[in-house]
């Protein structure tokens, strides 16, 4: 008999956190104006952490006063230290103490794609999910086996590979759904489309401001810029990043692409924000969804200049500063929400899995053995979870944060 409750991330994009007979799956936040966390009160033996993004890494040295060990791949490790330093800089009440994190690190077990480890009687296995570098699906058997994939693309991008998709056999499978029923745009087209917003912007003596998440998405588009002959200057943690990710050549595509971009990118000093916005320009920065980071110093200075613009590189949770931007036009500098007359344009250089490569990952999947479907991390698990059942006449479930299933 196993127990999994569904602790966080159901119906929502944020706060990932499934919990299998004592292993916790990921620990994350949502990043909303306050941060929510996941449901507590929990007893884990071992923690897994499938990838370095906040949303699944964000509250796991919470946990540590149980004393579990914590399994990831290396990338992961380094990746979710620098985040979860800085946010703990940065949070008025962060949710775990400095002892706290030092145990996340200290109890911290680096583990490499395809390469087996047991825990509890579960033999465990880590498979590229092709998300950010280092992320991984992770695939559990007993005497039945799970496959939850966290977040994952199954298409190549200038940074990643495309994720592992030949898993074992699988009996239940638990997958993230943020982009059921959206496609995302073609890549070439979509890259053509955000260079000549830029180009069209610095010809007219305007700022291009380029909020990233600085793991994965601020060295994408470092990479894709240096692809067109653009030279930006890059702001916040996304160059940390990038020599963290030159450490791991084996979790990145092209560690010599990588090492261009961040050669012709040139970084910002300290002191020199105001300087470089004498002239036109294009400013790489953190944060992805405008709640703090350098972006706001920009967007502060810039917020009335109509010749500027915002160009948008990844989901928006609802409830953050770059949502109410998108939606609304306004931003909130921290002292006051103002009017955006800069342009503000959004491009869906998504490190998720798509509407089509969801559904070819289920049938991948159920084509292995999988009788049982949970959808979770999406705002239509219930939609994706009805398509599954109708297509392939099996079990499928979006569990509400807070239930709980025996198998």
């Given amino acids: 008999m196993t127990t999994i409750q569904f602790l966080g991330g159901c119906r929502e994009v944020g706060r990932s956190a499934i919990m299998v007979d004592g292993?916790?799956?990921?620990?994350?936040?949502?990043?909303?104006?306050?941060?929510?966390?996941?449901?507590?009160?929990?007893?884990?033996?071992?923690?897994?952490?499938?990838?370095?993004?906040?949303?699944?890494?964000?509250?796991?040295?919470?946990?540590?006063?149980?004393?579990?060990?914590?399994?990831?791949?290396?990338?992961?490790?380094?990746?979710?230290?620098?985040?979860?330093?800085?946010?703990?800089?940065?949070?008025?009440?962060?949710?775990?103490?400095?002892?706290?994190?030092?145990?996340?690190?200290?109890?911290?077990?680096?583990?490499?794609?395809?390469?087996?480890?047991?825990?509890?009687?579960?033999?465990?296995?880590?498979?590229?999910?092709?998300?950010?570098?280092?992320?991984?699906?992770v695939h559990m058997t007993k005497d039945f086996s799970i496959l939850y994939t966290g977040d994952f693309k199954l298409e190549e991008t200038r940074l990643l590979e495309p994720a592992y998709t030949d898993y074992p056999e699988t009996d239940i499978l638990i997958v993230e759904s943020t982009y059921f029923g959206v496609e995302h745009p073609d890549r070439k087209e979509l890259e053509r489309a955000f260079v000549e917003s830029i180009l069209e912007t610095l010809d007219n003596k305007g700022h291009v401001i380029i909020p990233a998440f600085a793991v994965g998405r601020t060295q994408e588009v470092l990479m894709i810029l240096e692809r067109y002959g653009i030279t930006p200057y890059v702001d916040g943690m996304g160059r940390e990043v990038a020599q963290i990710l030159e450490r791991y050549p084996d979790y990145i595509k092209s560690p010599k692409a990588l090492r261009?971009?961040?050669?012709?990118?040139?970084?910002?000093?300290?002191?020199?924000?105001?300087?470089?916005?004498?002239?036109?320009?294009?400013?790489?920065?953190?944060?992805?969804?405008?709640?703090?980071?350098?972006?706001?110093?920009?967007?502060?200075?810039?917020?009335?200049?109509?010749?500027?613009?915002?160009?948008?590189?990844?989901?928006?949770?609802?409830?953050?500063?770059?949502?109410?931007?998108?939606?609304?036009?306004?931003i909130n500098l921290g002292t006051r929400i103002v009017k955006l007359k800069m342009g503000i344009e959004q491009y869906d250089f998504s490190a998720h899995a798509d509407d089509r490569q969801l559904k070819e990952l289920v049938k991948n999947v159920v084509d292995r053995g999988a009788e049982i479907v949970f959808t979770v991390h999406g705002e239509d698990t219930e939609g994706f979870a009805n398509w599954i059942r109708d297509e392939f006449g099996i079990e499928a479930y979006a569990p509400k944060n807070g239930d709980v299933y025996v198998i």
């Fill in 260 to 330: 261009r971009a961040m050669k012709n990118a040139i970084p910002v000093e300290k002191g020199k924000r105001e300087e470089i916005l004498k002239e036109s320009c294009v400013i790489v920065t953190t944060a992805g969804m405008l709640n703090g980071g350098p972006a706001l110093f920009y967007i502060s200075r810039l917020y009335n200049d109509e010749k500027s613009k915002i160009l948008l590189t990844g989901y928006q949770v609802e409830g953050t500063n770059g949502h109410m931007a998108l939606n609304e036009g306004l």
């Fill in 23 to 137: 292993i916790m799956l990921d620990y994350g936040l949502k990043p909303s104006d306050p941060p929510e966390f996941p449901l507590n009160g929990l007893m884990p033996h071992t923690v897994i952490i499938s990838h370095g993004h906040l949303d699944h890494v964000g509250v796991a040295p919470n946990l540590m006063d149980y004393d579990p060990r914590v399994y990831m791949t290396p990338p992961t490790l380094e990746l979710s230290l620098l985040l979860l330093k800085d946010s703990m800089n940065i949070m008025h009440n962060p949710p775990y103490t400095k002892r706290q994190f030092r145990q996340f690190e200290s109890n911290t077990i680096e583990i490499d794609y395809e390469e087996p480890f047991y825990v509890n009687g579960w033999e465990i296995t880590f498979f590229n999910a092709g998300h950010i570098p280092g992320s991984a699906s």
